[in-house]
C-alpha cells in the first residue's frame, strides 16, 4: 500500500487516541471522532450510529448531515443500508447509494446529495456496538485500501467504546455501571446471590493504538511464537491417540501456524493499531463470517479462533486466566460455556452458573443439578458485561439473572432466598417420614445421581434409594474412556456410599447432546432421535460389554439393578438383555462374583415402547418412564428449544392419558414402574403421577422435600377422582383442576 495512506492512517488514529485522552463528555469525543475521520478521508460526511437496544440503532454524531437529526435518526437492525452492516456484520460500498436494495431515504438527513456510501460495523468480538459510516458528493466505490482503513478505525472506536469514552451520551448506555437483566433458560432451578467469577477474565485493550509499528511487529511476531509453542506443547502431551481427537488437534495447530492469519494482523499494525488491537480485530472480522457460514463445521472452527485469539491476547497484555485476584467467598460463575470436568474443578464453592450457550439437557446442566447450584443458561451477551467481582442474583426458578442490581431489586430477592431457607427446614423435618397421603397411600420418592458428589445427598434428602445413576459422566469428564477397572472401583464406591439403600444404574446414554470427547461426532439433522443411547450399545458392543462388565465386578455378591436407556423396541432391549446374561456368565467362569440379586429394567422414553407386545413388559424386571425424552418425543416439541417446550403441559389431557395406560399395562403384567425426570420433582405434577398409580418417582434431590410435603398434605384418592373427572367432561388440560385442589388443601405447592 502507499506510503502516504499508511502514514495518514497512523496519523488519524493518532488523533482519535488524543481525542480520547482529551476532557469533555461522551458527546462532545463523538463529535471530534466524525470531524477527524471525515477531514483524513476527504470525505463530506461521516456519521456514527450505535445501538440503542438491541434492534435499534441511533444516529449519535455526524460530520455533514444535519445536526438537527443526531439522537432523532433511528433504524431497526437490517433497516436501510445502515441496518444492514449493522446485521451482517460486513461493508457495504457503493457508488449509488439509493439503488441498493433495502435503502431507506431519510430527509431529516439531508444524505440525498451523497450518493457514495462506506459503512463499516463497528464490532468486538461478537458484540455488535454500531456502524460507521462515510459519504460523498462524487459517485464513486470508495477503494479496498479505504475500506481497509475504515476497518482499522471502526476497531479503535469498538475499544474506545469498552473503554468508556462515550459515558454521557444518551444513546450509549454507561456499560460495567448500570443494572442489566439478562433471561435466559432455567438449566437448575434455586437462588443465589453473589459476586461474578468469569470463568475467562476478560482481556481489556487499553492501547488500540500503536507508535512504533516496528516495535508493534515484534511484540507479535514473539507473543505468536510463545503461542504456536504452547500448541505444540499440547497437541504433544494430549491423552489421544487416533480418531477425531486428535483430528481436531491437529486442526488447531494449523490455525495457529496459519501464515494468512499473521499477515492480516501485520498489515493492521502497518495502519497503526497496537499488537493487541490488530488480534482483536482479526477476531471479530473472522467471527463475524464464521457466524453466518451455513457450513456447521465452519461455525464450529469459532471455538477454536476464540481460543487461539484470547490465548494469544493474554500473552500479549499480561492478563492470564489467573488475574491474582482471589475468589469471592460467594462466586457466581459466568462464562460462555463450560466443560462437566472444569465445572467439576470448582465443585462446591460456586454458588450458582450463568452461561451465554448451554443447554437445559446439557453435561454442565447435569453437573450442576449434581452439585445443587442454580444454572441459568442462554443468557445472551453477559459475558460482554459482567466484571469480576460486580453483584450478581441468578434466579434459576426463572431463568432471570440481575448483574448489578438495584437495592430494591436485591432486597426482594433476598426475601425470596429467605423463604425459601424457611421451606428447607421444613422439609429437613420430614426427611425421616414416609411419603404417605392423607389416603394411606405411599409413594417411594428416589433421587437422581451421576457423580460421587451426589451421594452425600442420599440420606440428607430423605431419598429412599437412588433410582437413576447416570454413569455417562464418568465418560464425558475424561479425554480418553475409562478403564473397566477404574468404572469397577467408582460404582463400588457408589453402593458403598449408599448403605444398603437401592441403586439403580442406567447404562451409557450417549449421542444427541452428550458427545464423548475421544469417540467421533456424527453429523446427524436430528440428533436427539438419531444414534444414542442404547443404540450406540448395540452398535459399539465393546464398551457396553466392558461397561456391564465393571457392573458386575463393582457388585461383588450385592445386589444390583441394570437399565437400558432409550429402547424403542422390544428387540432392542432382548439383546441388551442377552449381552448382559452372557458378561454374568463370563464372570462367573472366571471365578468372579456376580451379583446376588440381578434385576433388569427398561426405561421407556419413546411412545413406540408404550404400544409394545405384553411379553416385552413380562421380559422386564421393571420399567421405569423417562419422562423428560417421552413428553418430547410425544408433543414433537424439542426440550432444548425455548420456543416450543413450553407450549405444552405435563398436565395435558392426552400426555396424561399415556401415562395411565403406561401404568395400567405395567400393573396388568405385574412389572413395577417409576417415573424419572424434571416433572417428578415438581410437586403438583409429582401428585398427580402419584394419582394415577405411579408409586415410585426418582427427581433431583433437592426436590425430594417439596413433593414429600405436599404428598402427606393431600389425599390422592379425591385428586384421582377430580382428574377422572375432569377427563371425563373432555377438559383438554388438568392444570386448573389440579391447582384448585391443591389451594383447597392449603398445599404450599
Known amino acids: 500500500m502507499p506510503e502516504r495512506s499508511e502514514s495518514e ?37 461521516c456519521s456514527i450510529y450505535l445501538f440503542r437496544d438491541p434492534e435499534t440503532l441511533e444516529l449519535c454524531a455526524t460530520e455533514g448531515l ?28 457503493t457508488a449509488n447509494a439509493p439503488a441498493q436494495p433495502g435503502f431507506r431515504y431519510m430527509p431529516e438527513t439531508g444524505e440525498e446529495v451523497f450518493p457514495s456510501f462506506l459503512g463499516v460495523p463497528i464490532q468486538r468480538v461478537g458484540e455488535k456496538l454500531g456502524v460507521l459510516v462515510v459519504q460523498s458528493r462524487d459517485a464513486r466505490e470508495y477503494s479496498e ?3 481497509y482503513g475504515l476497518e482499522v478505525v471502526a476497531m479503535v472506536l469498538a475499544e474506545m467504546a469498552e473503554l468508556g469514552a462515550f459515558l454521557g451520551n444518551e444513546a450509549q448506555p454507561s456499560t460495567h455501571r448500570f443494572p442489566a437483566v439478562f433471561r435466559g433458560a432455567t438449566g437448575q432451578e434455586g437462588a443465589a446471590e453473589g459476586q461474578v467469577w468469569l470463568h475467562e477474565p476478560r482481556v481489556v485493550i487499553t492501547n488500540p493504538v500503536g507508535d512504533d509499528p516496528d516495535k508493534e511487529l515484534a511484540r507479535l511476531t514473539e507473543a505468536v511464537a510463545m503461542l504456536r509453542q504452547t500448541v505444540d506443547q499440547m497437541v504433544a502431551t494430549a491423552d489421544v491417540s487416533g480418531g477425531e481427537g486428535e483430528a481436531v488437534l491437529e486442526a488447531y495447530r494449523m490455525f495457529a501456524n496459519s501464515r494468512s492469519w499473521l499477515r492480516r494482523m501485520e498489515e493492521d499494525i502497518d495502519r497503526g493499531l497496537s499488537a493487541e488491537a490488530a488480534v482483536e480485530k482479526e477476531q471479530s472480522q473472522t467471527r463475524a463470517r464464521l457466524e453466518s457460514a451455513a457450513d456447521p463445521y465452519l461455525r464450529d472452527r469459532l471455538h477454536d ?13 499480561g492478563q492470564g486466566s489467573d488475574t491474582g485476584s482471589a475468589m469471592p467467598a460467594n462466586p457466581i460463575l459466568v462464562a460462555r460455556n463450560i466443560g462437566p470436568a472444569e465445572l467439576l474443578d470448582y465443585g462446591r464453592r460456586l454458588r450458582g452458573v450463568v452461561l451465554e450457550e448451554g443447554s437445559v439437557g446439557s453435561h454442565a446442566a447435569i453437573v450442576a443439578r449434581a452439585l445443587a447450584i442454580p ?29 448489578r442490581p438495584e437495592d430494591s ?21 420430614l426427611r425421616t417420614l414416609p411419603a404417605t397421603a392423607l389416603c394411606g397411600t405411599s409413594v417411594k420418592l428416589f433421587m437422581n445421581a451421576g457423580l460421587m458428589a451426589d451421594l452425600p445427598s442420599l440420606d440428607g434428602s430423605g431419598a429412599e434409594g437412588v433410582g437413576l445413576f447416570r454413569t455417562e459422566l464418568q465418560f464425558l469428564t475424561r479425554t480418553r474412556v475409562p478403564r473397566r477397572s477404574e468404572l469397577a472401583r467408582m460404582y463400588a464406591h457408589v453402593m458403598e456410599h449408599a448403605h444398603g439403600k437401592p441403586v439403580v444404574f442406567r447404562t451409557l446414554d450417549i449421542g444427541s447432546d452428550k458427545v464423548l470427547p475421544y469417540m467421533k461426532r456424527i453429523d446427524e439433522p436430528n440428533p436427539a432421535m438419531g444414534w444414542r443411547a442404547i443404540r450406540v450399545g448395540l452398535d459399539k458392543r465393546g464398551v457396553l460389554q466392558m461397561q456391564l462388565q465393571a457392573l458386575i465386578r463393582a457388585a461383588a455378591g450385592r445386589a444390583l439393578s441394570v437399565m437400558f436407556p432409550f429402547i424403542a423396541d422390544a428387540e432392542e432391549f432382548a439383546q441388551a438383555r442377552a449381552m448382559l446374561a452372557e458378561q454374568m456368565e463370563r464372570e462367573a467362569a472366571m471365578g468372579h462374583a456376580v451379583p446376588t440379586e440381578l434385576r433388569v429394567g427398561a426405561m421407556l422414553e419413546t411412545p413406540s415402547l408404550a404400544f409394545a407386545a405384553p411379553s416385552f413388559f413380562r421380559s422386564c424386571d421393571f420399567v421405569s418412564i423417562g ?65 394415577l398409580g405411579l408409586r415410585q418417582l426418582s427427581m433431583r434431590p433437592a426436590s425430594i422435600g417439596p413433593v414429600k410435603s405436599l404428598i402427606r398434605r393431600i389425599d390422592l384418592s379425591a385428586l384421582r377422582q377430580v382428574l377422572d373427572e375432569e377427563r371425563a367432561r373432555g377438559a383438554t388440560c388438568l392444570r386448573p383442576a389440579v391447582t384448585a385442589f391443591l389451594a383447597q388443601a392449603r398445599s404450599p405447592a
Do not use: W
Not at 445536526?67 to 460500498?93: D, K
Open 409 to 429: 431489586v436485591a432486597a426482594a430477592f433476598r426475601d425470596k432466598i429467605a423463604m425459601q431457607a424457611e421451606a428447607q427446614k421444613l422439609y429437613a423435618g
Open 627 to 691: 419422562g423428560n425424552d417421552l413428553k418430547q418425543f410425544f408433543y414433537a416439541a424439542d426440550r432444548e428449544n425455548e420456543r416450543v417446550r413450553r407450549r405444552y403441559d405435563t398436565l395435558s389431557t392426552p400426555f396424561l392419558n399415556l401415562i395411565q395406560m403406561i401404568v395400567d399395562r405395567c400393573t396388568a403384567e405385574g412389572v413395577p414402574v417409576s417415573f424419572c425426570g424434571e416433572d417428578a420433582g415438581r410437586p403438583a405434577e409429582a401428585a398427580v403421577f402419584a394419582a
Open 9 to 45: 492512517s497512523r496519523r488519524l488514529l493518532k488523533r482519535l487516541r488524543d481525542t480520547l485522552a482529551a476532557p469533555g463528555g461522551g458527546q462532545a469525543r463523538l463529535d471530534s471522532i466524525t470531524h477527524h475521520i471525515a477531514d483524513s478521508m476527504r470525505s463530506q460526511v
Open 305 to 317: 479462533l476464540d481460543d487461539l485469539s484470547n490465548r494469544l491476547l493474554r500473552i500479549l497484555t
Open 145 to 147: 485500501d479505504e475500506v
Open 375 to 403: 444454572l441459568v443458561v442462554h443468557a445472551a451477551r453477559i459475558t460482554t458485561e459482567a466484571l469480576n467481582g460486580d453483584p450478581i442474583l441468578v434466579d434459576g426458578d426463572t431463568g432471570v439473572v440481575h448483574l
Open 66 to 93: 444535519r445536526r438537527e437529526a443526531v439522537h432523532q435518526t433511528r433504524l431497526r437492525l437490517g433497516e436501510g443500508l445502515v441496518g444492514r452492516v449493522a446485521r451482517t456484520g460486513r461493508p457495504i460500498n
